[in-house]
């Protein structure tokens, strides 16, 4: 079948299987073309299919040279409908990683269920004995607590009050205006559970358990606070709540693992980029256009594998910015005070008629395109295609 974007509300509902594997390979080029990376040999990615975690996943395989296995839960393509770009994401690295010979395990389930922590701790043992670094990256609405069934749902809502602010129609290049009523002591604590930290203090727990983790072993999750103009949506809101929880974890995990195998435990705050997530978050498309004009103007803009290859050389040779709550500061470049004032002077300008000119509405587009393989260079969209 030929196989075309479908954009419903900011979120495409299609991918193409050439397109992903085209990105995946970019991505994996630039990695070894930047050289060796003297760091883990055995990493468990958790959260591994797209964005932050994909980008990991391909740093240490192909910079590293590590064997990998990956978790995460995507839709297979059917024989007349396309699977999710993650699904296709990791047919391609498993492929690239068997013709480089190099170890991958992929394995698509609930991440958040008892039954996928045990069948991979299983790979673990079969395939690599024991793994020196876990990578908590995982990005979903849903959660079912495996204690008692009971299924959450996340929210994004400011908290104490409304939020209303300027976002930008990415598809039609609009400035709009977005209003979200604040949030119910339940939605905050949902969204908890869903995206705090809990569940990636049950992997290491039964990772600890089951001696699966080597002496030294590191583990990160992904965090981001963003500047003022996002706060009541982001940082100060639900998910905000959520990743202070996550953080306040990194510290009991740092602890035990440094009790149990002189190990480590930290979050990375990133950079904010083009994600399948971040595309529905509002107020952050019309912030990201134009923190992409800044940074690219200033030559300092990255994508998620730029930002993951800078984190992986850094943490093994120890020069990353820690911040005074032991957080890695990946945003380290986007809350430069030029890049900020840069930002601010555009947001408080920006219209419809001035909005292509002074951001990066283009370079937005692509990045979004990109990640569910479409407008990727040297794709043929007319071809026809096995979704399967």
């Known amino acids: ?181 604040p949030a119910s002591e339940e939605e905050i604590s949902n969204t908890e559970k869903v995206m705090g930290g809990e569940d990636w203090q049950l992997w290491i727990d039964a990772l600890l358990e089951a001696d699966v983790l080597s002496e030294g072993v590191k583990t990160s999750a992904f965090s981001y606070i963003g500047p003022d103009m996002t706060m009541p949506i982001y940082r100060n809101g639900t998910i905000g709540n959520a990743k202070k929880h996550l953080e306040a974890t990194a510290q009991k995990l740092d ?50 594998i730029e930002q993951m290859d800078r984190f992986f050389r850094g943490l093994y040779k120890g020069n990353l910015t820690i911040d005074d709550e032991n957080r890695v500061r990946m945003d380290d470049w986007e809350m430069r005070e030029d890049v900020q004032a840069a930002v601010d002077e555009i947001w408080n300008k920006a219209n419809d008629d001035n909005i292509e000119a002074l951001s990066d509405i283009e370079g937005y587009h692509a990045d979004f395109m990109n990640m569910h393989g479409f407008e990727v260079p040297g794709v043929d969209y007319e071809a026809d295609v096995d979704p399967r």
């Open 1 to 181: 079948m030929v196989i075309s974007p479908r954009i419903r509300n900011n979120i495409c509902l299609t991918a193409h299987p050439e397109g992903c594997a085209a990105e995946v390979h970019r991505q994996i080029d630039y990695v070894k073309k930047n050289g060796r990376i003297e760091g883990t040999k055995s990493a468990l990615i958790i959260g591994s299919s797209t964005g932050y975690g994909l980008a990991c996943r391909i740093a240490a395989a192909f910079g590293c040279g590590a064997a990998t296995i990956g978790v995460f839960f995507e839709k297979e393509g059917a024989e007349k409908r396309p699977g999710t770009p993650g699904y296709y994401n990791m047919k391609a690295f498993d492929k690239e990683a068997a013709d480089a010979g190099l170890f991958s395990k992929s394995i698509n389930g609930d991440a958040f269920s008892n039954e996928l922590k045990y069948q991979t701790i299983e790979a673990i043992k079969e395939g690599l004995g024991k793994v020196d670094l876990v990578i908590y990256s995982l990005a979903s609405g849903v959660r079912v607590d495996p204690a008692d069934g009971t299924m959450y749902r996340s929210s994004l809502k400011p908290i104490g009050g409304e939020y209303r602010s300027r976002a930008l129609d990415t598809m039609s290049g609009k400035i709009i205006t977005m209003e979200i009523g």
């Open 255 to 304: 602890n035990k693992l440094a009790a149990a195998l002189g190990g480590s435990a930290f979050t990375s705050v990133n950079k904010a980029l083009v994600t399948r997530a971040a595309a529905v978050i509002p107020a952050i498309s019309l912030y990201i256009s134009i923190l992409f004009r800044v940074m690219k103007d200033k030559n300092i803009h990255e994508g998620c």
